[in-house]
């Protein structure tokens, strides 16, 4: 009888601090996950393989020089990349178009 009041006025403490733990531990875990997320999306921005002179535009092909590491993480130290800066859009004056 006496174990009994003992193990049940310990529990009146030892449940809430195991749920806000278990809340805690729930909450860091998405804190990190969307910090990983940034990171990865982070580095990926860091793929130029779009901007190159060898980017096909298809879905195939999508370099030429090495299709198998286009658009990957491989990518992003690229010795063959060359910026494509022929792309400018054509302006068209009114005289012309009349």
Same mark, same amino acid.
């Given at each position: 009888?006496?174990?009994?009041?003992?193990?049940?006025?310990?529990?009146?403490?030892?449940?809430?601090? &195991?749920?806000?733990?278990?809340?805690?531990?729930?909450f860091?875990?998405?804190f990190?996950?969307?910090?990983?997320?940034?990171?990865?999306?982070k580095?990926?921005?860091?793929? !130029?393989c779009? !901007?190159?002179?060898?980017? #096909?535009? @298809? #879905?195939?092909?999508?370099? #030429?020089?090495?299709?198998?590491?286009?658009? #990957? @993480?491989?990518?992003i130290?690229?010795?063959?990349?060359?910026g494509?800066?022929?792309?400018s859009? &054509?302006?068209?004056?009114?005289q012309?178009?009349?």
């Open positions: 009888m006496v174990l009994q009041q003992v193990i049940m006025s310990q529990l009146g403490w030892f449940c809430p601090f &195991v749920i806000w733990l278990v809340l805690l531990c729930f860091c875990a998405i990190f996950a969307i910090q990983d997320g940034f990171l990865y999306l580095k990926l921005h860091q793929i !130029r779009h !901007r190159c002179s060898f980017y #096909t535009g @298809e #879905t195939c092909l999508k370099c #030429t020089i090495h299709p198998y590491k286009a658009f #990957t @993480e491989e990518a130290s690229c010795e063959d990349w060359e494509n800066y022929s792309y859009p &054509v302006l068209i004056s009114e012309e178009v009349m």
